[in-house]
């Protein structure tokens, strides 16, 4: 036997003997299953029993990552989605978050535009971006699931979004696997009317910042809006609204949150329960 044939019979046994260590894709899962809604969280018997119990919507979240002015992470957006997107899946009952894209168009790279002018951003071009989307719809698709929900947590993001969904519906037209974008995710002039009905009434100061988005990062990770630096440095307010005490922002967080995943389960259902 020459020597290449051997080492192909080798590697040919190496793959089916590590092929032979997997259950098969029906083997029972031999433990309980964690309780979470976000795909990344889960194992893969997690996510095929989901589906079969009837989590057949899956929510595909574009964050971002860019400079937000001197108080708040580059990961802004995947930070508010994170919040977001667990009360939005939890309402509807039926539904699994993929993991969040964190890179997104966010201007040209060279020579830099938008937020591409500050360090720690990270952009796409609009080709690359819904080339990705198109990729992480299609394998959801695969695996079984029936109703695809693209958000977005950024203005650059909608267009792409929108675009996806158009072709892959027209692609898949006749199938059981739909595609949705809920425009309705991205209203923050809707949340800060909202906010000044509860008499929250800000002052623009020019910052990429803001009352509502410093408040639902806050009920992920205070340290993300800088929360001890700028109590030290006599900073801790935004748009002439005062962040302490920090557990009564936090409650703030969790009302826009509910507030906006209401809006957008309401969006989704409606969209879900449309004729195609």
């Known amino acids: 036997m020459s020597r290449s044939l051997l080492v192909a019979c080798l590697l040919a046994l190496l793959s089916a003997s590590a092929l032979s260590q997997n259950p ?19 194992t893969w018997m997690e996510v095929r029993d989901a589906l079969k119990a009837g989590k057949t919507t899956v929510i595909i979240p574009t964050g971002g990552v860019e400079q937000n002015g001197p108080y708040l992470a580059t990961g802004k957006h995947n ?61 959801h698709k695969t695996h079984g699931f029936e109703h695809i929900v693209m958000i977005g947590d950024s203005g650059g993001n909608q267009k792409g979004m929108k675009a996806v969904a158009g072709k892959l519906n027209a692609k898949w ?61 006599d900073k801790f307010r935004i748009n002439g609204i005062e962040l302490a005490p920090a557990e009564k922002t936090i ?11 209401e809006a957008t389960v309401k969006a989704i259902r409606k969209v879900i329960t449309a004729k195609p």
């Not at 098969?24 to 889960?42: G, H, N, Q, T, V």
């Not at 409650?251 to 995943?261: C, N, P, T, Y």
């Open 79 to 139: 930070y508010v989605l994170r919040a977001t997107t667990e009360a939005i899946a939890r309402k509807l009952g039926n539904a699994l978050v993929a993991p969040i894209v964190p890179f997104v168009p966010e201007g040209d790279i060279a020579p830099p535009t938008g937020h591409m002018k500050y360090p720690g951003t990270i952009s796409l071009t609009e080709d690359t971006y819904q080339r990705l989307l198109t990729d992480i719809c299609a394998s």
């Open 24 to 42: 098969a894709p029906d083997a029972k899962r031999p433990i309980e299953a964690f309780d979470s809604i976000f795909i990344e969280e889960l």
């Open 251 to 261: 409650e703030w967080g969790k009302k826009i949150v509910d507030m906006r995943a």
């Open 173 to 233: 037209a006749g199938g059981k696997t739909r595609v949705h974008f809920i425009s309705e995710y991205y209203d923050y002039p809707g949340v800060d009317k909202w906010l000044r009905s509860q008499g929250i009434v800000q002052k623009n100061e020019g910052l990429h910042d803001g009352f509502a988005v410093t408040a639902i990062m806050m009920t992920v990770d205070p340290t993300t809006v800088r929360m001890k630096q700028r109590i030290a440095a």
